[in-house]
């Protein structure tokens, strides 16, 4: 199947980034996730060898797969790069990379739908045994076309922000639900987006499915360009996908 401009573009960034590794090794140093990943003794320079290597088609090496699948996003990697690329994104693509390999296409969408399902699923349920109506169009989940769609913008009027809550903080709502109440306070409008039908396209990722992932997280931004000033975002690893993955990689089509 052709790659899409999304993936081919996916790809260049990628590609950019391996040109210019000096495969220093600082990234590994820092990261605080190596005990935890079970690394052992594998030298820095040994390490993020091996995940370029998997990234270039080839096998790569045991310490270099345990380190881009144990990953936490602490970020450390990124600014001890002495290169200034980001070793963060790399891990994500040889995540991907590792996914791809496990099954074919059609394996890895059908994975996805079913990931993605279980989140909508979570999400949907928890939030509802917790909240009225009310406080579900509050937080822009609609329930009935009675109800405001999560704006405190007079109608007609664009929001000062988009808080986008992400996914999971909606299974937790009392601390979305706070935020919302300082920023009342304070006198800023804002709309809520979130929820599975603004998804950020990590799930789709994390199978391997780039096409879809891509699909969806575009999407999702160009409904979240409403704000007049930006996005309020809460979710840190919905914020990494876009602002690491998605947006780097649109402008460069």
Not at 69 to 88: K, Q, S, V
Not at 148 to 176: I, Q, W
Request: with cysteine; proline share 5%.
């Amino acid at each position: 199947m052709p790659e899409t401009a999304f993936e081919t573009a996916l790809a260049a960034r990628t590609n950019d980034m391996l040109d210019a590794c000096t495969r220093c090794g600082k990234c590994v140093e820092i990261c605080p996730m190596t005990g935890p990943a079970g690394i052992g003794a594998a030298a820095p320079k040994d390490v993020i060898s091996g995940v370029i290597d998997m990234l270039r088609g080839g096998d790569g090496s045991p310490a270099g797969k345990s380190w881009a699948t144990g990953c936490a996003l602490t970020g450390d990697c990124i600014a001890a790069c002495p290169e200034g690329i980001n070793p963060r994104f790399l891990l994500a693509m040889t995540r991907v990379t590792l996914a791809q390999r496990s099954s074919d296409l059609h394996e890895r969408r059908k994975k996805g739908i079913e990931n993605f399902r279980a989140v909508a699923d979570g999400v949907n349920v928890l939030s509802r045994m917790q909240l009225s109506d009310a406080e579900l169009a509050r937080l822009g989940q609609q329930v009935n076309d009675r109800l405001d769609h999560g704006s405190t913008a007079k109608p007609g009027e664009r929001p000062d922000f988009v808080f986008y809550t992400g996914c999971n903080v909606l299974k937790t709502p009392h601390m979305a639900l706070t935020a919302f109440d300082i920023m009342d306070a304070l006198g800023v409008t804002y709309k809520v987006m979130g929820g599975p039908t603004h998804c950020c396209g990590v799930v789709q990722l994390r199978t391997g499915d780039t096409e879809i992932s891509g699909r969806a997280a575009t999407s999702s931004l160009d409904k979240l360009a409403e704000g007049k000033t930006g996005v309020i975002s809460w979710c840190a690893s919905c914020h990494v996908q876009f602002t690491e993955t998605t947006i780097p990689t649109i402008e460069k089509i």
